[in-house]
């Protein structure tokens, strides 16, 4: 049996959890997020505590019980505390600017480019750091992705946007190279 999917996701009093049918809705202080559950895992709300089952013990059924556990948990603790992914803006004259909505990136293009916050996200920017908040994991995860494929860090200066706990391989350039083999003559 998982051992994630047996553990039960524990309820705080602010938080009001609604199965109708096959669509589960979690109301808290930050928002609501709703998702479709499948028909092979069944939920059980017993007060304080919500319990995921399987009805059948197949592959894909132990995988989807771990998976809906999870995805639940992080349902919770979105509604409870919200989500935020840090990015940072490395490079000179790179820099963002923007309201909760909307960033305009300048990075080195001919143009400045613009990215909208999709629903239930927002952005937070201060000259080269951009904070994206939401209540929904999967949303802020993917809209920092997006923002950082703008301009993925570079491994030879790392200009870039990266996430503000990435770490950046550096590799030495050419003239490093040449003044290494050189040496080694």
Do not use: C
Not at 31 to 38: D, H, R, V
Not at 64 to 79: C, E, F, K, P
Not at 84 to 95: A, D
Not at 140 to 155: D, H, L, S
């Amino acid at each position: 049996m998982s051992r994630i999917g047996k553990q039960p996701v524990e309820k705080p009093d602010s938080v009001e959890i609604n199965l109708d049918g096959q669509t589960l809705t979690v109301k808290g202080p930050k928002g609501e997020i709703s998702k479709k559950i499948p028909r092979q895992i069944q939920l059980r709300i017993d007060g304080g505590v919500v319990v995921v089952e399987r009805k059948s013990n197949t592959k894909q059924n132990r995988a989807l019980h771990g998976t809906y556990r999870a995805l639940i948990q992080n349902m919770v603790l979105g509604v409870t505390e919200g989500w935020k992914k840090e990015l940072e803006i490395v490079g000179t004259g790179y820099r963002a600017e923007g309201s909760d909505k909307e960033i305009i990136l300048t990075i080195g293009f001919s143009h400045p480019v613009k990215i909208k916050a999709p629903e239930g996200v927002s952005f937070n920017v201060q000259k080269t750091d951009i904070t994206v908040e939401g209540v929904d994991k999967e949303k802020v995860g993917q809209t920092a992705a997006n923002i950082r494929k703008v301009r993925p860090p570079e491994p030879y200066k790392g200009k870039g946007i990266k996430y503000k706990d990435e770490v950046v391989l550096r590799k030495p350039g050419k003239a490093a190279k040449a003044a290494g083999a050189a040496g080694a003559a």
